[in-house]
């Protein structure tokens, strides 16, 4: 958009030495042709409302799975990101999984769970991503986990509002990430440092000997041939983070827990076997983990 | 908003003159508090955002059944219904859809099905709401009965789109809908006035000897205690729309039916039992069905 705007100036201004046929040069008065600035304005509203419905799609669901973010909505999802929306967005999330918590009676069993994922829905990545284009740049794995092992995410406020509330009513809580066994102990001392102060279950992907980022499909080993589909460098253990989450949630069920509320910035972290009683999708337009 | 601007104008047009010492009336030059245009835009750009954000949560089902759409929120729903927006995002998951319907490969043997619902979803009662408020009009079952008789909803010209489509690409199409059996003749001709040629099966609700809107709850049949929860007029059958079409569509899979996409408008219509293995979630902030 700036380096449209930037053209436009450019080619406004040479045009208007370019046809000058004056010896002495003339007074630097830009004309832009009538109605120019409505016509940015109409531009920028278009891709505005463009970006807005591309968002909207992501959030309900509709799209394949993506890489990068629109080139075209960088701005848009710069300005939502860091502007009031998101923080607008999470409020509301958080409250309405608060309002229906409270709903819930929950016997003396200790088998209310309430899940929750940890990357975009407890901790924030945004302070990465902001170095990495909000989602523009392909998702780099080796980079990636040099910041989670750095242990410095914060907190995303209004979900610790909301766990510290599912706490008090009495849930047990599960966290349920694709982050793998490998980062076990900065993730903890990451969460504690946010104020996540006790959980039930910790639960990561099993640690695994390819290194981060590595694709392998169809490997052969001896007579079973094994399909590893290595996707984001966080979901690259052999099976799709919806899968993954699928399993360990039908565990939960198997050992006899009752999973009531379960919050998750991905469509791979809440339908699928299993799942909860209610499921809340904290927005996020960066990325899409299958 | 309106309001608020005129009782702002009014109040400095009447301090104007009520401070006024002057034998002959000043010249009508009403002086705006510095700042008072840019703080009218921050309120609107405020309630803008908090009714996107409201809308985000309908869209990603994050929110508890609603009744009717925000009060504060009713120039923005309407903005968004006949403005441009709808018919964009209306655009994209007729697109995305189709994209997905492309890569698909059906064998020859006829089993293959796409479902679509059809109020909001294949026909627009868009006419109605106008005329109700938008959603803002608690949802009156006897007056849209009444609109339903008519047949004249047109289509949803995206949705007509990807149905010739998916029709052009060997796919089942069965027609799943909250709309009742005493609709059924007229329900098949608006949607052939409308332009769907045709269809493998047209699915409705039973009928019912209730009349539409009695809401009746907690009947005691004899012995049995027995809990009948009318919901919308179009969904009053004794069973939550979530419910009745999860049903359904586990018949179909029963029957050895292979559901590959689905197309709703509603929660209720996509997730729960043999869900499709992609579904498409039309946008609609006018109303909520359970």
Known sequence: MLLLKLFLFFSFFSSTFSHDLHPLPRPLIIQYPEGIETHFHEFDD???????????????????????????CLGYVKDYMTG??????????????????????????????????IDETLLSNLPYYVEHGYGLEIFDPIEFDKWVQRGTAPA?????????????????????????????????????????????????????????????????????????VLCRGREHHGKLATVFKSEKRSEMVEEGYRILGNSGDQWSDLPGAAASSRSFKLLNPMYYIP
């Open 46 to 72: 278009e891709l505005k409302s463009q970006c807005t419905s591309w968002r909207f799609a992501v959030e309900a669901n509709n799209l394949s799975p993506w890489k990068t973010i629109p080139e075209e």
């Open 84 to 117: 009031r929306g998101y923080e607008m967005d999470l409020e509301r999330v958080s409250k309405e999984a608060g309002v229906y918590a409270n709903t819930l009676e929950l016997s003396g069993d200790g088998k209310y769970v309430w899940i929750f994922d």
């Open 156 to 228: 995303i406020e209004p979900s610790l509002q909301l766990y510290e509330k599912v706490l008090d009513l009495g849930f047990k809580i599960f966290l349920l990430t694709g982050r793998n066994e490998q980062h076990r102990s900065i993730t903890i001392e990451n969460l504690t440092k946010a104020g996540f102060r006790r959980w039930d279950k910790l639960i990561l992907r099993n640690a695994f000997s390819y290194p981060a980022g590595i694709v392998v499909t169809d490997v052969n080993r001896g007579l079973i041939p094994v399909t590893i």
